[in-house]
């Protein structure tokens, strides 16, 4: 089964692809979170044959936290269901963001740190999926 892997944001959104066999995520791209989004999202879901979807949330370690960005995301997946009548699994994004930076500063890792955080979500789906 082939997945997209989603790292959401409010002006950028990366993206990754994987698949069940190989249980391997590689970032593709980062996109612009625009008016065109969910059509965008749409036509990549229909050209690389995509399955299902995995997005990155933003789960919080203390409750005092502001629950915004958390509350966007799930507005986010909201929407996104309406364009995209597949499976969209939320998984923990938490460390994604300095995870992606460890990635490009120390094994000069050419993507962008969105896409690469989108990678490591989708990964992270994969290990958990044993």
Known sequence: ??????????RKIGLSLGDDGSKIASPI????????????LSQ?????????????????DNPAYSTTQLDLTHAFIEELHKYISLP?????????????????????AQAPEDSLSAMIILQSYFDELG
């Open 44 to 60: 990549l879901v229909e050209h690389e044959g995509v399955e299902s979807i995995v997005v990155g949330v933003p789960v919080q």
């Open 1 to 10: 089964m082939r997945y997209l892997g989603i790292d959401f944001g409010l």
């Open 29 to 40: 791209e980062t996109v612009k979170n625009d008016e065109h989004i969910f059509s965008s």
């Open 88 to 108: 969209i699994h939320q998984i923990d994004e938490r460390y994604t963001t300095s995870e992606s930076k460890r990635l490009k500063k120390e094994f000069g």
